[in-house]
C-alpha cells in the first residue's frame, strides 16, 4: 500500500461526528415537517450555534419493471419545481412502517401495479445537512397490474410504460425536475453501481 493511501485511510479514520449540545423546535407542523436550531459541537472543539435541521417524512422511491421489460412511470404536476415532471413511484411512509410495505402499498395505490420481486437500493438523506427526509429506493420486478389506481390525494397523475432508452431521451428533454428520480434512474442504468448499493443495503439489514 502506497503511503498517499496510508495517508488517506488515517484522514479517513480521523474524521468524527459532531456532538449535539442542545436543540430548539422552531415550527412543528406535523406531520408535514418540523425544524429544529441545534447546537453542536465540532471534533475541534468549536461550537455552532443556530445549526438548523428539518424533519419531513422519510419516503419509497421505486423503480418498478413489469413483465415485459417496460418501466412504470407516472407524470404529474410538482409544486416544488412548480412544473409537470416524469417521476418513478413514490410515497411517504408512515410512522413505525417497514420502508419495502410502505413501498408495495403505494405501488398499488398510484399505479394498480403488484410486484413479488423486490431489491431494497438503500436509504439516503436528502439534505446533506439540513436532513430533510430519508429517501429509500427500490428496484422491483414482473410488476403487474393487477387494481385500478386510488390515488386519493392532491396529485393528478397519469400512468406510463417506458423502456429504458426512453427514460434516457426524456432526460435529453428536460421531462425530469425532481433530484432523487435522476439519482436512481443513473443507479438503475450503471448495473455495477446497483448491484453495489444492493449489497449495501443487505449488509445493513
Avoid at 48 to 66: G, K, S
Avoid at 69 to 74: D, E, N, Y
Avoid at 125 to 130: R, T
Avoid at 157 to 174: K, P, T, Y
Wanted: glycine share 8%; net charge negative.
Amino acid at each position: 500500500m502506497s503511503d498517499d493511501q496510508n495517508s488517506d485511510d488515517q484522514n479517513q479514520d480521523e474524521q468524527k461526528p459532531w456532538d449535539v449540545l442542545g436543540s430548539r423546535e422552531l415550527l412543528d407542523a406535523s406531520p408535514y415537517l418540523k425544524v429544529r436550531a441545534e447546537t453542536v459541537q465540532l471534533p475541534d472543539g468549536r461550537t455552532v450555534e443556530n445549526f438548523y435541521q428539518i424533519d419531513q417524512p422519510d419516503f419509497a422511491l421505486m423503480y418498478v419493471e413489469t413483465e415485459d421489460g417496460k418501466v412504470v412511470m407516472l407524470r404529474t404536476y410538482k409544486h416544488g419545481p412548480r412544473r409537470v415532471s416524469l417521476t418513478f413511484p413514490a410515497g411517504a411512509i408512515e410512522p413505525g412502517e417497514d420502508p419495502l410495505a410502505a413501498a408495495k402499498r403505494e405501488l398499488l395505490e398510484e399505479t394498480g401495479y403488484a410486484a413479488d420481486d423486490w431489491t431494497a437500493l438503500g436509504g439516503f438523506v436528502v439534505g446533506a445537512n439540513s436532513k430533510g427526509s430519508t429517501c429509500h429506493m427500490f428496484h422491483a420486478r414482473g410488476a403487474r397490474k393487477v387494481a385500478e389506481p386510488d390515488q386519493g390525494d392532491l396529485e393528478d397523475m397519469r400512468i406510463e410504460l417506458h423502456s429504458a432508452r426512453e427514460l434516457i431521451d426524456a432526460a435529453a428533454q428536460g421531462d425530469y425536475a425532481v433530484l432523487p428520480v435522476i439519482a436512481m434512474l443513473g443507479a438503475m442504468l450503471l448495473p455495477e453501481l446497483r448491484e453495489g448499493l444492493g449489497m449495501a443495503a443487505r449488509s445493513t439489514r
